[in-house]
């Protein structure tokens, strides 16, 4: 067999290989998030299952304290459209670990919570912010101008 001829096969396999790898991983790591209302209406059937939802935290239900393990973080977790959820539309959630910066403590921060539902509560692994949907400009005079 000529030299190109094993040099082309061997750059096909390769090629294959990379494909496939790339394939899989972006299978792996593209997961679909529930809003509030897909998970309420399907949360018995999720029951100690990893899931990942997406919500507003509800203003006035964020509790933090230090721990030995990290920061301790208790809220409830509501729809994007509604500030104001009933607490049956919303969800408690337990996380410890690190905070992210943009997480407000007051709440009405977006978030995408991802953890297991286990006994009425989502245990969360990792609470990621989603970056605000609109900037305001600063005051005239003030810093950046």
Do not use: H, N, W
Request: hydrophobic residues 40%.
């Amino acid at each position: 067999m000529k030299k190109t001829t094993r040099f082309l096969i061997a750059a096909l396999v390769l090629v294959g290989a990379v494909a496939y790898l790339m394939y899989t991983g972006v299978q792996q790591t593209a997961v679909y998030y529930l809003t509030i209302e897909e998970f309420l209406s399907k949360r018995e059937a999720l029951a100690d299952e990893g899931v990942r939802v997406a919500g507003r935290v509800a203003p006035g239900s964020v509790s933090r304290r230090i721990t030995d393990r990290g920061e301790e973080l208790k809220f409830q977790l509501g729809d994007f459209k509604d500030d104001k959820a009933a607490p049956d539309r919303t969800i408690p959630v337990y996380f410890v670990g690190i905070v992210p910066d943009m997480f407000k403590t007051e709440g009405g921060s977006d978030v995408i919570v991802e953890g297991t539902f286990r006994g009425g509560t989502l245990q969360a692994q990792s609470v990621l912010t989603s970056c605000p949907s609109k900037y305001e400009a600063g005051a005239p005079g003030g810093a950046g101008s």
